[in-house]
């Protein structure tokens, strides 16, 4: 066994972002303007492609969200509110939960091995799909049990910097 503290397994590098789950979106934006001065926020809805893709679960699920996006320094702040879909990790986590930190997300190079060599482990994907971000991919881990938090993995494409929302 490792000792404590030690790297073994999959080695995740670039934690970008940390996703929160919300309730009202537009009232938690304007009070981390107005107290924090954290801003501006850049506002989507989710699915912003018809040709986006999502699974809970493995299971292909309608979802609808509405996101918020601010760079804090090298870290990504996102907001989610749920707006529609009844099987999601998000309405999931603010009925069992409430609101809160939902995720840390790390860049990976390759999504396929990272899932499979996790996969090995005993590390299921609890949700994924298209990312808002042209060409990108997300995979949310199914982690909370194992380490208290869940855990998001993003692989963008080529030269892209994953930051471009169109």
């Known amino acids: 066994m490792p000792a404590k503290g030690t790297r073994s397994g999959v080695k995740l590098e670039r934690a970008v972002q940390i996703g929160i789950v919300v309730r009202d979106l537009d009232r ?61 990790a998000f309405k999931e986590f603010l009925d069992e939960r409430g609101e809160g930190i ?22 299921e994907v609890l949700q994924n799909g298209d990312g808002i971000r042209p060409g990108t991919r997300w995979a949310l881990l199914d982690t909370q049990a194992l380490v208290g938090f869940l855990l998001e993995l993003r692989h963008r494409p080529g030269d892209s910097d994953g930051a471009s929302i169109s």
Not at 55 to 79: C, D, H, N, T
Not at 102 to 123: A, C, N, R, Y
């Open 28 to 88: 938690t934006t304007e009070l981390l303007s107005k107290i924090f001065g954290i801003g501006p926020f850049h506002f989507i809805e989710w699915p912003n492609r018809p040709e986006s893709k999502y699974f809970f679960r493995g299971r292909p699920e309608p979802i609808k969200l509405r996101q918020a996006f601010v760079q804090v320094g090298a870290l990504e702040l996102e907001l989610i509110q749920p707006l529609e879909g009844e099987n999601n």
């Open 102 to 123: 939902h995720h840390i997300l790390f860049e990976t190079p390759s999504m396929d091995d990272t899932v499979s060599q996790l996969k090995e482990q005993g590390i």
